[in-house]
């Protein structure tokens, strides 16, 4: 017979469920109303008594601090399973897309941690390295694999990211917003055509139209120009034949005077 789990199991899982359900609700009430909400609402959202979210989280600060190192840890395992399912320059602009998409939603708990000079505090400071490890190995890999400007560090990174929240969180239309978002990151990519010079079509111009002779140099006739190989300067293998004898001819006199 398997035996029945003891009290203190029990309690202890249900008090994991209880902080997790606490979180979770926190997390979805301060994106939509900000960080305003009181902690007894939040209770009462998550239908738990008072008492169970102050054992948990004794301050709002701790409440907020909490959902914010939680939505990291979450784009952290984000990063990991990039890594692991694209290659790397999609693994990179994948994961720095689902970080904008999925912050751009809590603009008001980033406002507070920067408005607030008492942030940022030991667990959301833990998890925040940990996020800047995970995209700069994205980046690194990205770099490796010549799928990004090797002039980008992670802090460039970082502020796109900023940027793109804003962009995408300012644009009523949810689809333009992203497709600007993939626009700004696009110029982060390594461009194909990596010489700036004008375009000139030569397919029409003859190679040596400038400098070829246009008529025969040894009867006058004219000549037929080609686009490639050497320019022609004899009409045919007789004048090539005359002019040849006459080169020999004067060579010799020359030598003899």
Known sequence: ??????????????????RELVLRTAMRMFAAEGL???????????GVGPATVYRHFPSKDVLVE?????????LVAAADRWAARAAPGDALFGFLLEVIEKSAGRQHVCDALTADQGWPRA???AAAQ??????????????????????????????????GIALRSAHRNRARGTRLVRLL??????PAVTKNEMFRDISSVPRHETTAPKHCVECGSRLRVRATGRPPRY?????????????RVASTASALT
């Open 1 to 18: 017979m398997t035996a029945a789990p003891s009290a203190g199991h029990a309690g202890r899982a249900d008090a994991r469920r209880n």
């Open 36 to 46: 305003g909400v009181p902690l007894g609402r939040i209770a009462q959202r998550a």
């Open 66 to 74: 909490a959902v914010f190192a939680e939505h990291i840890e979450g």
């Open 123 to 125: 667990v959301l400071t």
């Open 130 to 163: 940990r996020f800047r490890e995970a995209l700069e190995r994205l980046l690194y890999d990205a770099k490796q694999a010549g799928a990004i400007r090797a002039d980008v560090q992670a802090d460039d990174l970082s502020a796109l990211a900023v940027g």
């Open 185 to 190: 990151l696009d110029g982060l990519r390594i």
């Open 235 to 247: 009409c045919g293998p007789a004048c090539r034949q005359r002019a040849h004898r006459r080169r």
